[in-house]
């Protein structure tokens, strides 16, 4: 069984300010979907996933959930029950692979790195993500310094962060921030700074040989970082 995180779902109050917000981040126009019967929504193309803003009666924007999609699954979304009460979903992809064929010139040069979950039961996680969902543990690390238990599933070039952390332990399971990477930092803040996104001053990643910058602006105040791989 192969699964991939097909969309990465953000929840916004204001589908409109929301959407300007992002396409200045991502360097690319979103894209009206049409759900039947469902939430009205956006789609950002990224070349390893995608960024789907949902309005929802939220107060402020939130990283919702997830959906996966697996080659047995239906067209349609569905609820994947999960055991972090998680808003998870999960379909045959087909949707997102039709989308990309009909808009071939809507891809962000930002990729997806990582996303990153807090949760309380590490275990749970490599039972649910590992086993039931086949998603490879590609690492289980407690790191102290930075916050307890890592858990790294990689999937579709894209890497689930999971953090199980030692002390200010979270009231439930969340999706907390998403991590952008770009092929050179300095040029890509460039371009942001020229549309009005605040940075940080670039610094030195914890993967060495990585630059990274954290956004300041446009990112729905969701915590996103910029990332520059090690070379080679």
């Known amino acids: 069984m192969t699964t991939l995180i097909d ?15 992002y396409q200045a981040l991502l360097g690319v126009d979103a894209i009206k979907i ?22 929802k009666a939220v107060t402020r924007a939130v990283f919702n959930g997830l959906v996966f999609s697996q080659p047995e699954s239906g067209r349609i979304d569905s609820p994947l029950t999960n055991p972090f009460d998680l ?15 009909d808009q071939p010139n809507a ?22 993500f590992g086993e039931q969902l086949g998603i490879r543990l590609a690492l289980d690390k407690t ?10 599933f990689r999937t579709g070039k894209l890497t689930l962060e999971v953090i199980q ?20 930092l300095a040029d890509t803040s460039d371009r942001l700074v020229q549309d009005g996104v605040a940075l940080s001053d670039s ?28 070379a080679g």
């Open 7 to 21: 969309r990465i779902v953000i929840a916004v109050p204001d589908l409109f300010a929301a959407r300007q917000e």
């Open 34 to 55: 049409e759900e039947p019967g469902g939430e009205p929504c956006v789609w950002f193309a990224l070349s390893n996933t995608v960024i789907e803003l949902r309005k």
């Open 87 to 101: 808003a998870l979903e999960v379909c045959d992809g087909r949707r997102t692979t039709q989308f990309r064929i």
């Open 107 to 128: 891809c962000s040069a930002l990729s997806i790195d990582h996303i990153v979950l807090q949760t309380l039961d590490g275990n749970a996680c490599v039972e649910f």
């Open 143 to 152: 790191v102290p310094q930075w916050g307890g238990r890592m858990l790294f």
């Open 165 to 184: 952390a030692e002390k200010d332990k979270p009231e439930k399971d969340y999706f907390w921030g998403i991590a952008l990477q770009c092929d050179n």
């Open 203 to 230: 610094r030195q990643g914890r993967k060495a040989g990585t630059r990274v910058a954290t956004v300041k602006s446009h990112a729905l105040g969701i915590p996103t970082l910029l990332i520059e791989p090690a």
